[in-house]
């Protein structure tokens, strides 16, 4: 079974991080849902969440993917914890799947992950970063790096990354069982 980090910060998207998780958990994927301090967290649009844990405590974990919802000023929060951009860089580095949502690209951006690779965004979140080939499309894929563009594209971003820990199978069913159409 495949694990999952999911960061979660005060102002982070509610929408898109409790969409990763519930589809991830129903493709049967194992998922760790990380606050960056402990405790209640406000996520953009105010409502709580109570991680299952800290990112503290979570590094001490090996995990298959990381995944970075986006919503301000979590994405920012994201940005600026030295933890964060040295995990990214550490699961590229070995071959893991990173993966970001929204303005959370940035992120990955700010890391230095996304030079030369093509990514998508919240639009104009990535326009700081000229070494982005900046797309538009729901969902883009750059070898293990998977990007998406904000609370609309949550679903099929969440089964994109079922479909790459589990195949496309596993997201058939977990989509069908979803009454998307």
Same mark, same amino acid.
């Given at each position: ?7 979660f ?11 990763i998780?519930?589809? /991830? ?33 979570? /590094? ?84 293990k ?8 594209t ?28």
């Amino acid at each position: 079974m495949s694990n999952v980090l999911v960061l979660f910060a005060n102002g982070s998207e509610e929408l898109e991080a409790v969409t990763i998780v519930n589809i /991830l958990r129903r493709g049967g994927i194992n998922v760790t849902l990380a606050g960056l301090q402990a405790g209640l967290l406000r996520g953009s649009r105010g409502t709580q969440i109570m991680p299952d844990t800290t990112l503290d405590e979570a /590094l001490s974990h090996d995990f298959d993917m990381v995944v970075l919802p986006g919503g301000q000023p979590g994405t920012e929060y994201l940005k600026k914890d030295a933890r964060v951009l040295e995990l990214v860089r550490r699961m590229e580095h070995a071959g893991r799947y990173v993966a970001a949502i929204c303005a959370a690209p940035s992120v990955l951006a700010a890391a230095g992950l996304l030079d030369g690779k093509h990514a998508t965004s919240f639009p104009g979140s990535l326009d700081a970063f000229p070494k982005v080939s900046r797309q538009t499309k729901a969902v883009v894929e750059d070898g293990k790096l998977i990007t998406s563009r904000g609370p609309g594209t949550a679903m099929d971003f969440a089964l994109t990354l079922v479909e790459r820990l589990s195949g496309k199978a596993k997201r058939d069913e977990v989509e069908a069982g979803l009454v998307r159409v």
